[in-house]
């Protein structure tokens, strides 16, 4: 697999000296996902994640003199008996890389399973409630849970005889997440006045990132969590599943990005090769082209909001840029940043910048995110779809 393959963004808001963002040509962070729509899953807790950029960068930002001081800081902490992860943190926080990250190996291995599309968990979706309480908004069909008669609206009580009232989201799901499938949770659970407890028993569950939905006016609705393996592919089915000549509705809202390849082939599908977004590594520009064979025969309409990130932002950016889609919805997150992975002499690794990409008319993202052609935040969904059927077939 080449480097590209494994690019990714992880679009979570820096944690210095714990999980923090990485952002590769590939975004992937179910927990940024999870920031922009108050939802959570235990599939989701490293993301969609959620991230590995096999490219180096001697001269892009602080990377190169970083990656060596890290490797420096862990060695020595070893020879020591100290935590050359936490050394290797060290090193990282003082460089000033924004989104500079240090992972475990098995936090890492998580990482790279959720940009595969699995996870190991129960198959529900956590949230806060109004009042507080942490209730379930989302039950995985087949899953754990599910099997066990779990609904969404059931308040969460407790995990393993842990309280969760109080307790943050990501926290809770992370107690629902586990190493191995076949290892047991037991949950605490309400539903009205009846309360119960449930032992389930994790599983590894394969993560729908696509989903399509066809809308009353004939138009199809594309919605994309997050760029996980085989979600491209995903994409370009639904396109060509379509009804000749409809309209395509392309919902990114809360996409924290994933692989970019992914999100090429998903640009592929709607455009006839060509360039979908430039990027700079060791100083050199480098292309990412689309496929030759898409469909330009339908009006898009692409869907956004300030949880649209990373590689969501480079699909969004190049369907703009080639006249391909009118963006509707809230200004985009803004990050185009690209990391690259090191491991380190403990077998952790450190994610640092190397360098950014632009839009096929050479906008910079990182920083600045994408300014929609409508703006919509209050029923941008009901807009698009206005939007969409006002659209005639492109020329």
Known sequence: MSGLDRFVDRCTPPRRIRRGATLTLVFASVLATGAATGSWSDEADDGRKPSPPSVRSEAAGPSAGTA????????????????????????????????????????YQKFEQALDGAYTGVGLWARRAADGRIEVSRVQKGGPAARAGVRAGDRLRSVDGSEVAGRPVTEVVSLLRGDRAGTPVRLGLQRGTRAWTETLRRARLSTDSVTVTELSGGATLIKVDAFTKGSGEAVRDAVREAPHGAGVLLDLRGNSGGL????????????????????????????????????????????????????????????????????????????????????????SVAELTVGHYRTPSGRSVDGRGITPDLEAEDGAEARAETVLTGLGPPS
Do not use: C, I, N
């Open 68 to 107: 060596g001081a890290a490797a420096d800081a862990a060695a020595e902490a070893m020879a020591d008996g100290k935590s050359a992860k936490a050394a290797a943190e060290e090193a990282v926080s003082r460089s000033g890389d924004r989104w500079g990250a240090v992972y475990s190996h098995g936090e």
């Open 260 to 347: 970019v390849t992914e999100a090429v082939t998903a640009a592929s599908a709607l455009v006839d090769g060509g360039l979908v977004a430039t990027y700079d590594v060791r100083g050199e520009q480098k292309a990412l082209h689309a496929r030759r064979g898409g469909d330009t025969g339908r009006p898009v309409v692409a869907l956004v909001d300030g949880g649209t990130m990373s590689a969501a932002e480079l699909l969004t950016g190049a369907l703009q840029d080639r006249g391909r889609a009118v963006v509707v919805g809230t200004k985009t997150f803004g990050k185009g940043s690209v990391q690259m992975p090191s491991r380190l002499p403990d077998g």
